[in-house]
């Protein structure tokens, strides 16, 4: 089991770029496929990115493949969105999520999430 806490997030510009952080306050990601979800207000809980446990493979919601980059650090413990080109529309609540495969089904672990602002 996993602990989640996400930083980075903030109010910007338009047009800028940010990159928030998700790092595991307990346990370790390494067996685990990260992956970031976002929220606005109103609106149901969106996938943005996940990356696979051995970095190998990653892949992007249509809105932000070629402006969002995810990546990951195990020997960290940390997960990161390098977000280009924001706009608007990307304002939302971003959440991290470990998932792990148990033979079953998928076990889902969730930080509590970082607010982004971009203005327009």
């Known amino acids: 089991q996993v602990q989640l806490v996400e930083s980075g997030g903030g109010l910007v510009q338009a047009g800028a770029s940010l990159n928030i952080s998700c790092t595991a306050s307990a346990g370790t990601i390494t067996n685990y496929a990260m992956a970031w979800f976002r929220q606005a207000p109103g609106k149901e809980r969106e996938f943005v990115a996940v990356?696979?446990?051995?970095?190998?493979?990653?892949f992007y919601g249509d809105s932000m493949s070629g402006r969002f980059t995810i990546s990951r650090d195990n020997a960290k413990n940390a997960v990161y969105l390098q977000m280009n080109s924001l706009k608007p529309e990307d304002t939302a609540v971003y959440y991290c999520?470990?998932?792990?495969?148990?033979?079953?089904?998928?076990?889902?672990?969730w930080g509590q999430g970082t607010q982004v602002t971009v203005s327009s």
């Open positions: 990356i696979s446990q051995n970095i190998d493979t990653t």
């Open positions: 999520n470990a998932k792990l495969w148990n033979g079953l089904g998928w076990s889902d672990y």
